[in-house]
């Protein structure tokens, strides 16, 4: 599972449900750039190195990672960096299933050198130029990445989404842009290559339920009603009669593994 919110929701459920799946190895990505960028490097599994860190009050850091990786040692930094890597280059090589959530079309370029950023880490912004990809931009980069990923595992099949989460800090005109710039994107690279699907959850949120009340307080995020809907119709898609059944029994034991007793007498 790999990119925005929406894919770190899914795959809390399926590791909480006891799947063998591995969520989000750079931390959360919203742009199709960056995504790629970070396929492309677990494809390679090429080690991360000090000189591709840079330092933001004490904290060391990397352009292509949350914030969750970033340290006070630049060492522990990259170890952290690295060691997801590795475990991640094997998971893909080994998997079934890819999905990829796509969250905005607005990027980040680092002026210095012109690559797009997973996450600023709140540095200035003269740091960086605030673009816009268009459809085919997203489609050539997107391209070459499944070409990537379909020499590195001949089984995957590879699941698109585009989260459902509204990102208003760029304005509901500009949100709406982008949202549509990604499923047209994402509509071209269904019809141009083999062995990719697309799992409406954008639209499960926006056609299906099409209320507020739906959302969380601050009206961009789906509340708890919304996600486990749509985790309903996900489940219909992808698991089997047999599966569903096995996630109940599993379910019913992570609860009661969880359950804290209200008295203690030892």
Known sequence: MIGSCFAENLGARLKQLQFNVLTNPFGIVYHPAPTAQCIDRIISAQPYTANELHQLNELWCSFDHHGRFSHINALSCIDLINSELQK?????????????????????????????????????????????????????????????????????????????????????????LSKSTLLLAVHRLLNEHENLAYFPAYEILLDDLRDYRFYEENMTHPNNLAINYIWKRFCETYMTEKTMQSMKTIEKKVKAAAHRPIHNFD
């Open 88 to 176: 991640a280059s094997k998971q893909l090589a080994d998997a079934k299933w890819l999905f990829v959530s796509f969250g905005t079309a607005w990027a980040f370029r680092l002026k210095s050198t012109g690559k797009i950023v997973a996450n600023c880490h709140k540095f200035p912004s003269l740091y960086f130029d605030r673009i816009n990809y268009i459809e085919s931009e997203i489609v050539t980069l997107w391209s070459k990445t499944i070409e990537n990923l379909k020499k590195y595992n001949t089984q995957l099949k590879i699941v698109f989404t585009v989260s459902p989460i509204r990102h208003l800090r760029d304005g509901a005109h500009e949100n709406q």
